[in-house]
Structure formats: structure tokens, C-alpha cells
Nanobody, 124 residues
Framework: QVQLVESGGGLVQAGGSLRLSCAASGRTFSTYAMGWFRQAPGKERESVAAIIGRGGSTYYADSVKGRFTISRDNAKNTVYLQMNSLKPEDTAVYYC?????????????????WGQGTQVTVSS
């Protein structure tokens, strides 16, 4: 099991930027894919971005393409989500998650370990 702790959330005006971080425990961080998900009130949890263990291959939801960037630093056991040009509809609790599945999993059910979440609020 992987312990995950997110940070970096907060309140930002539309058009602004935030960078989320997710620190993971364990010595095998580079062997599993990492994903960012979000859940707004009254809505289902949705995939935002994902990255494979060694980095390189990434996935983005259409709603964030060109604005968000996922990256990872395996030496620091940390995955990041750089969020630019934020919109009010990006307001949600953001979660990072770890998956042992081969390839680039993108669906929430493919991820076994989850952080506690960090709130992102974008004001108009």
C-alpha cells in the first residue's frame, strides 16, 4: 500500500495558476502509474491526468488539455499537477492516486491507493 499526501490547493482567481504536489511513501514509486482526479459537489469523480511510472507517457482529460501538466520526480517520490488558466469549473477536490496496472490507467477504479484530497477553488 502507498501512502499519498496532496498539497498546494487553495483559492485562486480565474486565469490564475496553482501547482499541486503529491508525496508518496515507499521505495518503489517509479514502478507505478500516478493519476490526478477531481470531484466537484454533486458530481462523480473524474480523471484529470495520468503519467506512467518512468514518466514520458501522459494522459489528459479533454477539459484540461493545454492548461494542465502532470509530471513526476521519482527521486523525490512526488507527482505534480501544474494548473494554468484556471476556470471556475475547475473548482473541486483534487486527489492523487497510485496504480499498479500496466500501461497508463485512467479510470478511478484502476487506482488502488488514494490521497486525502486538496481543495481547489477558482473564483470568477
Amino acid at each position: 500500500q502507498v501512502q499519498l499526501v496532496e498539497s498546494g490547493g487553495g483559492l485562486v482567481q480565474a486565469g490564475g495558476s496553482l501547482r499541486l504536489s503529491c508525496a508518496a511513501s515507499g521505495r518503489t514509486f517509479s514502478t507505478y502509474a500516478m493519476g490526478w482526479f477531481r470531484q466537484a459537489p454533486g458530481k462523480e469523480r473524474e480523471s484529470v491526468a495520468a503519467i506512467i511510472g518512468r514518466g514520458g507517457s501522459t494522459y489528459y482529460a479533454d477539459s484540461v488539455k493545454g492548461r494542465f501538466t502532470i509530471s513526476r520526480d521519482n527521486a523525490k517520490n512526488t507527482v505534480y499537477l501544474q494548473m494554468n488558466s484556471l476556470k471556475p469549473e475547475d473548482t473541486a477536490v483534487y486527489y492523487c492516486a497510485a496504480s499498479w496496472r500496466v500501461g497508463l490507467p485512467t479510470a478511478p477504479h484502476e487506482y488502488a491507493d488514494w490521497g486525502q484530497g486538496t481543495q481547489v477553488t477558482v473564483s470568477s
